[in-house]
Structures are given as structure tokens and as C-alpha cells.
């Protein structure tokens, strides 16, 4: 079985009636760092607990370096928490902190003295050793928590939005250096967030969740290029969402009515006539013109809103029906127009996504 | 806050505090009062206190009161600390029936429980001594230490725990070095109530002792039938200032210990 870091297989957790977790499959690689994206109550902590072995799985199994582990309380794992606030001991000084586990392991005093100021060092902490958690900074608790797990040489470091809590730019400049730790250590890192600017930046592979279940696993660029599912398309960056039905069809375009404007979209998913799907286009996939051109297939608009949002200018356009459509543009195109004006949207049909409708029922 | 509201209010606290430390403070000063009736000033003298020493009824009391305590402390804060740390982590079924039960002693009549313990005594036909006095204690400071202890368990962070289990602590070892450290302050409150609980406690000693070996409630009550002696306002002053120095003592050293970990 042993294949990988960690594999859960049909993992699932039930709390009382509802799944936090439903039938489950992962294999997360040696040294990968691996994140857990999705929505907030989507089991992204639920999925942790369970590989720490805080919550046992309602069913399915769990291997950690090829040994089966659904029956190793957690303090026999070999991997170890970052938690969400940290859960610093209030008792203790950063040093004692740092210490427990290897206290726990029965390693040598002059080797926990050792590793402990190495591993202070490696989250530049070194002066803090004597200090109660509580005399430290939000970032500097967070960089204690790392240590402090760091210092076992875990086979596996799981982290719960450890960045949750900082401000933004401590967030950003602390995502480089766990990124940097990570590929010292060569550790493997699952890691936890809603962030998905996050998972992008400092991830080897996402995994999108939503209630419960997996929605999408691939790189980075994958997930925000080829999203598989509506879910998925929705949640990472900005989209438009159309919802029609499929008009006519040939071998490589089909045409899909919505709205009473009649859009192409790639037929590469066998549609039939009449089926009901949604379109997902990025707004920086979209050509915004001020004047109708008879060779390429436009959608006409009317202009509502522009938000200048430094490199690009964001239009908000709306549909005779009133739904709404963004697009990326440069500022002077727009120069001449304002609230109310006709706009024509065109893009190539490839680069939009489209999703059978079924999954509706599925979400 | 209006001027008005504001004399008001301060008048009225001083008038509360009048009216709890008056009594004891006429208490304290007659215990130094050299006349045998209790209520005119007649000039200062320490004899009551040398009388006091010298009574080995009182004395006899005074350890009977103080062997009783710390029995009390000693079982009611282990079995107190058990039961909360149980009450407090695991799920059971009939879990609010059994922490229910628990409270019913702080509330029910102390005399309902004194007649309930001595109906028992007599059917095991138990001698009456001054052994059979803990029991009750027993089981009105545990419901105490209880009470203590899930306040103090409440204000716990769960996470703590699981970090520790994370870094390799089993139970045990969760337990002393994380669980206890934190509670401890509770357990020293819990304790310090069970002590003071048993120490003063008077229906349940009355009717549960045995004769010839009295605690000093019960013993106070007896002389007092007799009319107030200044030796029991000696006596009471010493109970006073024993009182107020451990609560002082225990006060402060918790208060460094909450300050230490950031007062959880
Ligand atoms: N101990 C629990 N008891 C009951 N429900 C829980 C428990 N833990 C989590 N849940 C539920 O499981 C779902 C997933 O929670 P969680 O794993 O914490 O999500 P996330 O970390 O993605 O925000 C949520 O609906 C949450 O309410
Ligand atoms: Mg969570």
C-alpha cells in the first residue's frame, strides 16, 4: 500500500447527521506541499483532525509511510499540528514550548538544548527562548507554533490556516518563508486554507473541497485554468457564470442560448440539443469594443459601471435582463464611455468552460 | 453618574461593609476586654487568650475540627477533581443527570442530609465517633470542589490538550504536564473551600458526632448555652485572623500563578 506520504482512502466523518468529510481519496507525495482549499465548513479541518488522528473516521483507512494508522492514537503518529490559534502552552516559556515533544521522545537534555536552539533559529527567534507565550506578538506565537512542530522532524506537518490571524502583510511575507522552510526541510506539508491567492502562491498541489467532498486535485495553474467543475470555476478568481441551454450543434462548436443572446462554446463534451449548462468565462478573457464588429460573434451590453483597479480597468456590463457580466479592459478604451452606453463583449470560444448542468443536482 | 447618585451609592456601600464587619470588630475588641460580661469596656487584658490555651477542651476541639478538615480536603478535592475532570471530558449517557446530582448537595438543607446520614448510621449500626462526622463533609465539599473545578475546566482550552497528544504526550503525561498545571489553581480554590466548608460546618457535626469528641462549632454551641464567654470571642478572633491570612496568602500565590500563564 505504501505509495506516498499519506494516503486516505474513502475517508469518511460523520458528526451526528450531516458529513464533514464524505468518501474521501487522497494520495499526497513524499515532500509535496499539499493545500486544502475550499469554503469555510467545507471539512478542511475535519480532514486534518482525522490524518492526526484527533477524530476517528466514521469509515475508510489511513496510511502514513505505508503503515496503516487508523488504530495509532495520536501521540504515536509521526506527524505533527500547526494549530489555528497556535495552542502555545501558557505555562511554559518558548524554549519549554518548543522542548515538549522532544521532552515526550526521551531525547538527550544536551540534544534538546541543541535542536530547540536550532530550530528558534530557523524562525529567528533565538532572544525569545526565556519568554511566556503570552509577551509575544500574533506572528511571533505563529513562528513559535512552526518551531514547535518543526523540531520532531515530523514525517508529515499538517497546518490549520496558521496565517489566518495575521495582517496581510505579515501573511504574505510569512507564506514565503513556510514556503522556503518547507523546501529546506523537504518536509511534506498539508496545508489548510480558504485563501486561495494562498494556495496558489505556496502550493505543489490543491485540492479543492466543498461540503465535504473533493471537487478538484491538480497544480496550481490547472485548478484556476481547467476548473472540472462549476464549483470550482465559481470559487477560484473571478468568473462570469452563464447558465442556457444548447441550441445547435456540430462537431467542434455548439451554440448556447442565454439570455436571448446566442453565445458559441466549444462542443467538446458531446452536448445535445436542448441540455441545460452553465458557461464560465474569466473577465480577463473577454475583448470589450465600443463599436459592433460584423466579423466576429459579439454580445451586446450596456454599460453600468467601471472600477479602476490600478493595472487594468474593471467593466461592469449587464445583459437586457439585467445579469451582469465583468470584463478587463484598458483605461482608454472607455474613455468615451460612460453609464448607459452599448458595448460589445466578444471571446474566443476556447477559452470559456463549459459545465453539464447535472452537477446542479450533485452540489 | 450624577453628584447625587454617586454620594448615594458610596453611602450605601459603606453602610453594607458596616453592616458585615461591625459585629466581628466589636467581637475582636471584647475579646481584649477585662470584665467577664461581655457587653461594657472595662479595660485591656490578654487573659482570655491564656485561659483559651490553657482550656483542653477547646483545644481538644480546635484538633478534632482541624483533623476533620483536612481528611475532608484530602478525599473531597482528589474525588471532586476526578469527577469534574470526567463530568468535564467525556460524553455519557445520563451526563446532565449525574452532574444534576452532583449540585443537589450544595442546595439541599444541611439538617435533611445530617438526619439522612445518622438514619444510615444507626442501620449499618455504625458507633458514632468522630470519624463518622467526614462523610457528610465529605460530600458537601466535593459538590464544591466540583463546582470549582468546572468553571475553571470551562475556561480551558481543549486544543491544549490535543497539542500536547500531538508532540507525543499520552494521557498521563497530558495530563501532569499540561491538564494539571492549568487547573491547578482551581483545584487550590476548590481545596482551600473544602477546608473552610468542613472547618465551620456545625448541623452535620452536631448530629453526626459522638460524644465526647466535639468539633469546635459544635463545641462553641455548647458553651454558648451557657452564655457568651469572652474566651469563645478570643477564639473567634484567632479563627478570624487564621482565616484571613491563608485566604491572603492563597490569594496572592494564585494570582502570581494566573499572571505566569497569562491568565487563562
Ligand atoms: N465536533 C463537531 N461536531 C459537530 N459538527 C462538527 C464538528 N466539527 C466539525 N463539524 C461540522 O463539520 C463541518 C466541517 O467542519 P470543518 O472541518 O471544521 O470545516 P472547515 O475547516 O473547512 O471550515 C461543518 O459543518 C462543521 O459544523
Ligand atoms: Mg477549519
Redesign the interface.
Known amino acids: 500500500m505504501a505509495e506516498g506520504m499519506v494516503r486516505l482512502e474513502n475517508i469518511s466523518k460523520k458528526f451526528a447527521n450531516t458529513y464533514a468529510v464524505k468518501e474521501l481519496n487522497l494520495d499526497i507525495k513524499t515532500g509535496e506541499f499539499l493545500t486544502l482549499l475550499g469554503p469555510s465548513g467545507c471539512g478542511k479541518t475535519s480532514t486534518l483532525r482525522v490524518i492526526a488522528g484527533f477524530e476517528k473516521p466514521t469509515s475508510g483507512n489511513i496510511w502514513i509511510d505505508g503503515k496503516k494508522v487508523d488504530k495509532i492514537e495520536p501521540y504515536n503518529r509521526e506527524v505533527n499540528t500547526v494549530f489555528q490559534s497556535y495552542s502555545l502552552f501558557p505555562h511554559m516559556t518558548v524554549a519549554d514550548n518548543v522542548a515538549f515533544g522532544l521532552k515526550m521522545k526521551k531525547v538527550s537534555k544536551q540534544d534538546i538544548k541543541n535542536k530547540v536552539k536550532e530550530a528558534l533559529n530557523l524562525v529567528q527567534l533565538e532572544n525569545f527562548a526565556a519568554r511566556k507565550p503570552k509577551n509575544l506578538s500574533g506572528g511571533q506565537q505563529q513562528r513559535i507554533a512552526i518551531a514547535r512542530a518543526i523540531v520532531n522532524n515530523p514525517k508529515v506537518l499538517l497546518l490549520d490556516e496558521p496565517l489566518g490571524a495575521l495582517d496581510l502583510k505579515l501573511r504574505k511575507q510569512m507564506q514565503l518563508e513556510l514556503k522556503q522552510l518547507q523546501q529546506e526541510l523537504g518536509m511534506t506539508f498539508i496545508y489548510v486554507t480558504h485563501d486561495q491567492e494562498e494556495a496558489l502562491t505556496m502550493s505543489d498541489r490543491i485540492v479543492i473541497m466543498n461540503q465535504g467532498k473533493i471537487e478538484q486535485t491538480g497544480l496550481p495553474d490547472e485548478i484556476y485554468e481547467k476548473p472540472a467543475t462549476k464549483f470550482v470555476a465559481d470559487f477560484i478568481g473571478e468568473t462570469n457564470l452563464f447558465e442556457g441551454k444548447v441550441m445547435q450543434t456540430n462537431d467542434t462548436y455548439a451554440t448556447m442560448e442565454c439570455a436571448g443572446q446566442y453565445i458559441i462554446i466549444p462542443n467538446n463534451q458531446n452536448f445535445l440539443e436542448n441540455e441545460s449548462v452553465y458557461m464560465s468565462i474569466r473577465p480577463e478573457k473577454i475583448k470589450v469594443s465600443a463599436h459592433a464588429n460584423d466579423k466576429v460573434k459579439q454580445l451586446k451590453v450596456i454599460m453600468k459601471d467601471e472600477i479602476y483597479i490600478g493595472s487594468v480597468t474593471k467593466i461592469i456590463a449587464a445583459f437586457p435582463d439585467g445579469q451582469e457580466v465583468v470584463a478587463h479592459g484598458s483605461r482608454d478604451i472607455f474613455k468615451r464611455c460612460s453609464q448607459g452606453s452599448q458595448l460589445y463583449l466578444s471571446w474566443e470560444p476556447a477559452d470559456s468552460i463549459v459545465f453539464k448542468m447535472k452537477e446542479k443536482l450533485e452540489v | 453618574m450624577r453628584e447625587g447618585t454617586k454620594k448615594t451609592l458610596f453611602v450605601f456601600t459603606i453602610l453594607v461593609f458596616a453592616f458585615f464587619y461591625i459585629p466581628i470588630l466589636v467581637l475582636m475588641v471584647f475579646s481584649f476586654n477585662d470584665s467577664k460580661i461581655g457587653t461594657v469596656w472595662t479595660g485591656f487584658t490578654f487573659d482570655w487568650y491564656i485561659r483559651l490555651f490553657s482550656n483542653s477542651q477547646i483545644i481538644d476541639a480546635a484538633f478534632n475540627s482541624l483533623f476533620i478538615a483536612i481528611v475532608t480536603t484530602v478525599i473531597s478535592t482528589v474525588l471532586g477533581t476526578l469527577a469534574a475532570l470526567t463530568l468535564h471530558r467525556y460524553g455519557f449517557p445520563g451526563k446532565r443527570t449525574v452532574g444534576f446530582v452532583f449540585y443537589i448537595p450544595v442546595v439541599i438543607p444541611d439538617i435533611v442530609l445530617a438526619v439522612a446520614l445518622l438514619v444510615l448510621y444507626s442501620f449499618l449500626n455504625v458507633k458514632l465517633g468522630l470519624a463518622t462526622v467526614i462523610p457528610g463533609h465529605v460530600v458537601f465539599a466535593t459538590s464544591f470542589v466540583i463546582l470549582v473545578l468546572l468553571a475553571r475546566l470551562a475556561g480551558l482550552?481543549k486544543?491544549?490538550e490535543?497539542?500536547?497528544?500531538?508532540?507525543?504526550?499520552?494521557e498521563w503525561?497530558?495530563f501532569w504536564?499540561?491538564t494539571f498545571?492549568?487547573i491547578y489553581p482551581g483545584i487550590l480554590a476548590g481545596a482551600l473551600l473544602a477546608f473552610t466548608i468542613s472547618l465551620d460546618e456545625f448541623v452535620v457535626a452536631f448530629f453526626t458526632t459522638g460524644p465526647g469528641s466535639n468539633t469546635l462549632p459544635v463545641l462553641v454551641y455548647s458553651m454558648v448555652r451557657r452564655g457568651v464567654s469572652p474566651e469563645i470571642n478570643a477564639l473567634s478572633t484567632i479563627l478570624i485572623l487564621a482565616v484571613v491570612l491563608v485566604i491572603v496568602i492563597v490569594g496572592w500565590r494564585m494570582n502570581r500563578m494566573n499572571k505566569?500563564?497569562?491568565g487563562?
Do not use: F, R
Request: proline fraction near 5%; hydrophobic fraction near 40%.
Open positions: 482550552d486544543a491544549l490535543e497539542a500536547a497528544k500531538d508532540l507525543g504526550a499520552n503525561h497530558t504536564k499540561v498545571p492549568l505566569q500563564q497569562g487563562i
